[in-house]
Nanobody, 117 residues
Framework: QVQLVESGGGLVQPGGSLRLSCAAS????????MYWYRQAPGKERDWVAS???????NHADSVKGRFTVSRDNAANTVYLQMTSLKPEDTAVYYC???????????WGQGTQVTVSS
């Protein structure tokens, strides 16, 4: 089964930027679509963005214009570029992928993003 590993989280001031990475253990063309979710303390896990193997992207209204999902097939990695960060963006960010071989969803372990002055 494919493994997904997120990285790039940390502490950033409001208005700052971060880029999250989600590295897959195999070719991401077989992990389609791929998603970013986030979960704030005491809240449900919410969808943030998604990207298909063909490069079609979608973003939640709450992050549209500030966050951008992208992929590097050669690096087997999906990214989430986050700009103009707000305190309400504070959450654990998770990567999810649809394993097309096993037809199951796979989650990464998450990376913490904290937006605070």
């Amino acid at each position: 089964q494919v493994q997904l590993v997120e990285s790039g989280g940390g502490l950033v001031q409001p208005g700052g930027s971060l880029r999250l990475s989600c590295a897959a253990s195999r070719n991401i063309n077989s992990i389609n679509p791929m998603y970013w979710y986030r979960q704030a303390p005491g809240k449900e896990r919410d969808w943030v963005a998604s990207i298909t193997a063909g490069g079609t992207t979608n973003h939640a209204d709450s992050v549209k214009g500030r966050f951008t999902v992208s992929r590097d097939n050669a690096a087997n990695t999906v990214y989430l570029q986050m700009t103009s960060l707000k305190p309400e963006d504070t959450a654990v960010y998770y990567c999810k992928g649809r394993d097309n071989y096993l037809n199951v969803d796979v989650w990464g372990q998450g990376t913490q993003v904290t937006v605070s002055s």
